[in-house]
């Protein structure tokens, strides 16, 4: 059985940090591209960050990019999410996914369709 639980979500004051973890099981990890989606109260699916398990190659939506950090480890079948300098509007609901295929399509970043899907968690930057 495949699951994809992610955990380390919570409050947290705007610039603050906080950490998500996503651990993969049923699958062979280090032949799918990790991702995480995030999304916020009224808004659609927003890709956020993205990792190749086998390689650790990594890509960033430009509205983290110097902030937050994607990694993996490949021995406990993990994905990480570092979010330093957080802002209010990065409060979502932040989804792990798993795909064998990359998270880029035709140049635009994927969304909605990874094979894989946790179950969330949340994150709420407020003061």
């Known amino acids: 059985e495949v699951q994809l639980v992610e955990s380390g979500g919570g409050l947290v004051q705007p610039g603050g940090s906080l950490r998500l973890s996503c651990a993969a099981s049923?699958?062979?990890?280090?032949?799918?591209?990790m991702t995480w989606v995030r999304q916020a109260p009224g808004k659609g699916l927003e890709w956020v960050a993205s990792?190749?398990?086998?390689?650790?190659?990594?890509a960033y939506a430009d509205s983290v990019k110097g902030r937050f950090t994607i990694s993996e480890d490949s021995a406990k079948n993990a994905v990480y999410l570092q979010m330093e300098s957080l802002k209010p509007e990065d409060t979502a609901m932040y989804y792990c996914?798993?795909?064998?295929?990359?998270?880029?399509?035709?140049?635009?970043?994927?969304?909605?369709?990874?094979?894989?899907w946790g179950q969330g968690t949340q994150v709420t930057v407020s003061s």
């Open positions: 990792i190749y398990a086998g390689g650790g190659s990594t």
């Open positions: 996914a798993a795909d064998l295929q990359p998270p880029y399509r035709n140049g635009f970043p994927r969304t909605n369709d990874y094979r894989y």
């Open positions: 049923g699958f062979t990890f280090s032949r799918y591209y």
